[in-house]
């Protein structure tokens, strides 16, 4: 069984920059893929960012793509999500997610579906 917390999340300026974390615990972390969503008021949960158990592969949204950075460190049992030149549309509840996956390689890092495991989310609420 494995339990996300996230933190990092608040209040920022458009252009300006916060990083979550997500903290990890249970056995086998480094067995996990990780992923990012985001979910606004009256929209539908969306992906954000993927990032494979080794971290050798990283997936983007195209909307983030270029402002976002995920990361993990399977030492700290902790991944990253570094949000450069935030915008006012960056404005969501964020959550962690975690799937078991044998393979490092994956392509369904997109579906929600796919992560049986989910954080309880942080808010980022970007302002003009």
């Known amino acids: 069984q494995v339990q996300l917390q996230e933190s990092g999340g608040g209040l920022v300026q458009a252009g300006g920059s916060l990083r979550l974390s997500c903290a990890a615990s249970?056995?086998?972390?480094?067995?996990?893929?990780m992923g990012w969503f985001r979910q606004a008021p009256g929209k539908e949960r969306e992906f954000v960012a993927a990032?494979?158990?080794?971290?050798?592969?990283?997936y983007y949204a195209d909307s983030v793509k270029g402002r976002f950075t995920i990361s993990r460190d399977n030492r700290k049992n902790t991944e990253y999500l570094q949000m450069n030149s935030l915008k006012p549309e960056d404005t969501a509840l964020y959550y962690c997610?975690?799937?078991?996956?044998?393979?490092?390689?994956?392509?369904?890092?997109?579906?929600?579906?796919?992560?049986?495991?989910w954080g309880q989310g942080t808010q980022v609420t970007v302002f003009s």
């Open positions: 997610a975690a799937d078991y996956i044998s393979s490092d390689y994956y392509t369904d890092y997109d579906d929600p579906a796919l992560y049986d495991y």
């Open positions: 249970g056995p086998t972390f480094t067995r996990y893929a």
């Open positions: 990032i494979s158990w080794s971290g050798r592969f990283t």
